[in-house]
């Protein structure tokens, strides 16, 4: 079978379902561009700003992809067989993460561009809303662990083409730290010299395409340099990104977040580009080279990930179904949406984005034969072998084509690092009530700090080898990325419901929240409970990862009873159904004095 017989009709299937599913619930969440979004209604030119809607939709697709769509569907893929990945990814995205994407830009744009964990403290109790910050912090803090330490095993080593080119971890660590420069001189040309969009990515998009190709050139081999061991290497990397966040998070939107997050999401777009149109040429011109070679299923149960279910739900989250896009569309996105029917596209078209990077991650999984060594390389290798083939075809350098991949998978990261540490600092701050500088930087050095304490703790296995951290805190970084999303979905039904009252309630929100709610929790429970029992019976595990999965149970379990309180509660004249738009917003002069207040 052609690779191309997968992915064209995954193509138009993501396609007609953002056209007619995406249609259906616009019309239903009633999306209206004569209201005034908080962008517009609450503009700061900090925080609030409204901005084009080709900007935002890079600027968001490019945070919430990041690495996601891309390690979870190989680890899928080859743990499982690709049928049942491509299946999740393809009915998670258009049923569960779209409308979970969407339904959160549009209940954080209706209340002012409050959080979600706002969003439940109006519509269901204080309780709820410590809960529900205390939960997303603690998700915050393995999104950033997992990320930053497969990010820093990308800038060490060599991989060893099938070719014998070379591809040094050096040169994309000097690829990434150009790429770190570019976006801040095209936030300033575009801040102060008034550069147009246009021009400044006509700009600094090849510009991004040079750093690619010179890093291999110049390659900063931190291990070279400070005569340190790989290993050791790979965490001093992981301790620099992670004191690159904490000066991230404080720097204003314009000048990094938002230019690199467009050029981030002009990596997205040529990537899938690259990759259709080499799979086309290779299909054509290299007989074989596009045929799927890898088994489509591998059995209900594995050594590699357990039981597919509930494991398959949580080992592809970004690509299906993120709990992480809710904090992204509710804590920076709604706060630059410049027309209410901007967030179909930006919402839910983005997520279906994401699919399609999903699926071509998942066909990199797809041409290695059953027993290729390839399998057992990290996910991030696998993304960037494979996408070197494709690209290959187009006539670049195999070398070129993988360090191309390398860096746009650090790319993505990049983007989700530096918004999870923001996202971390507004909790912190919130919870504290610590604002102004103080609290700011309070908030950014404890959210990023506590992933510190993690990476820089050894993991070992029961023979006393080296674990990777980032496998450590995968899957259960997914389960609570995963139960993070059921309880958002849960949160945005209570609104809607109390809002609303309507049928269909229960069955665009209602459905996707009990199936991510019981596939989350399971998961959850296999992997936390079996730590606290040895051969001898109950133990305290000295682990703190067993702990926090514990915690993470706890509060969930805490919100389910919260949210079903709430629901079967009367309602009074205190709890109104709106008969027009769904949750209302103040007029634009209320917006200014609760602002000036």
């Known amino acids: 079978m052609s690779l191309l017989a997968i992915l064209l009709p995954s193509a138009l299937l993501l396609g007609l379902a953002y056209r007619v599913y995406g249609g259906v619930l616009a019309r239903l969440f009633r999306l209206d561009d004569s209201a005034p979004t908080p962008a517009v209604a609450l503009r700061d030119d900090v925080d609030y700003e409204p901005i084009p809607p080709q900007l935002l939709l890079g600027q968001h697709f490019s945070a919430i992809a990041a690495a996601g769509p891309i390690v979870g569907p190989i680890l899928a893929g080859v743990a499982f067989g690709w049928l049942p990945a491509l299946l999740w990814i393809l009915v998670g995205s258009i049923f569960i993460g779209g409308v979970h994407d969407f339904s959160a830009l549009v209940a954080s744009i209706r209340h002012k561009a409050r959080s979600i964990a706002e969003v439940v403290r109006d519509h269901m109790s204080r309780r709820s809303y410590v809960l529900f910050l205390a939960f997303v912090w603690i998700a915050l803090v393995y ?3 997992a990320f930053t330490d497969i990010t820093a095993a990308s800038f060490v080593g060599r991989q060893t083409l099938e070719n014998g080119a070379e591809v040094s971890g050096g040169g994309i660590a000097t690829s990434s730290l150009l790429y770190l420069a570019i976006p801040v001189v095209m936030g300033l040309c575009m801040r102060f010299g008034r550069m147009p969009l246009w021009l400044a990515t006509a700009i600094f998009v090849p510009l991004v395409g040079f750093a690619i190709w010179i890093g291999q050139s110049i390659p900063f081999d931190l291990a070279a340099l400070l005569g340190t061991t790989t290993a050791q290497a790979q965490r001093i990397w992981g301790v620099l990104l992670l004191l690159y966040c904490l000066g991230a998070a404080m720097v204003p939107m314009w000048m990094l977040l938002q230019p690199r997050g467009h050029l981030g999401g002009c990596f997205l777009y040529v990537a899938l580009a690259g990759a259709v149109i080499g799979l086309t040429l290779s299909d054509r011109l290299v007989a074989g080279e596009a045929a799927v070679r890898y088994p489509a299923f591998t059995g209900w149960q594995t050594q590699k990930a357990g039981p597919l279910v509930p494991m398959l739900f949580i080992t592809i989250a970004c690509g299906a179904c993120s709990g992480f896009h809710s904090l992204i569309a509710s804590g920076t996105t709604s706060k630059q949406l410049r027309r209410e029917t901007d967030a179909r596209p930006i919402g839910y078209g983005t997520m279906l984005l994401e699919a399609m990077v999903a699926v071509v991650s998942l066909s990199c999984v797809m041409v290695l034969a059953a027993d290729s060594p390839l399998a057992n390389q990290p996910p991030n290798f696998v993304y960037a072998l494979g996408m070197g083939r494709f690209l290959e075809m187009l006539g670049v350098p195999t070398a070129v084509g993988v360090s191309f991949a390398l860096m746009a998978f650090t790319t993505f990261v990049y983007d989700t690092l530096d918004v999870c540490t923001r996202l971390g600092r507004y909790i912190v ?28 703790r050894p993991q070992l296995d029961g023979n006393g080898d080296a674990i990777p951290v980032w496998k450590t805190f995968w899957a259960l970084f997914g389960a609570s990325n995963q139960l993070l999303a059921a309880l958002t979905l849960l949160g945005v039904t209570v609104w809607l419901w109390r809002t609303r009252g309507a049928a269909w309630v229960w069955l665009v929100t209602g459905l996707p929240t009990a199936f991510m709610y019981a596939m989350s929790t399971w998961a959850l429970a296999a992997m936390t409970l079996p730590r606290f029992r040895t051969a001898s019976g109950f133990a305290l595990p000295a682990d703190p990862v067993p702990w926090a999965g514990l915690v993470l149970l706890a509060l969930a379990v805490v919100m389910l009873g919260e949210a079903i309180r709430v629901l079967a509660a009367p309602r009074g004249p205190d709890d109104p159904r709106s008969p027009g738009r769904v949750g209302s917003l103040p007029e634009p002069a209320a917006w200014a004095a609760a602002r000036t207040a």
């Not at 701050?429 to 700090?449: I, S, Y």
């Open 143 to 145: 999104i950033i662990v």
């Open 429 to 456: 701050q919130e919870l504290t009530g610590l604002q102004g500088r103080a609290g700011g930087w309070l908030g950014t050095a404890l959210t990023a700090g506590v992933p510190m304490l993690f990476l820089l």
